[in-house]
């Protein structure tokens, strides 16, 4: 499934148990991502702000240019789309 999912990008933050659960989803579908972390990087945050229309939650999880959303809109994309 990895093969169709591609240029995932996962914003997340330091000790965010949602973000670690969204993290460990992908992982244990072999889905690769790009992790933006931002404990280390808060400058982008706005980047996150203005590609989610305004999600402040962390995380936020995007496949490709497709906003997905949460850890819980991630699950429900895995259910709808059988992954």
Known sequence: MSTIIKNVVIYSKSL???CDMAKDL????NI???????TSSPTVMQEM???SNGKKTI?????GNRHIGGYDDLCKFFKKNDI
């Not at 690769?32 to 931002?38: A, D, M, P, S």
């Open 49 to 51: 702000l203005d590609k």
């Open 59 to 63: 995380p936020q999880v995007f496949l």
């Open 16 to 18: 965010c148990p949602y």
């Open 26 to 29: 992908l992982k244990r579908n």
């Open 32 to 38: 690769t991502f790009k992790e933006i972390n931002l």
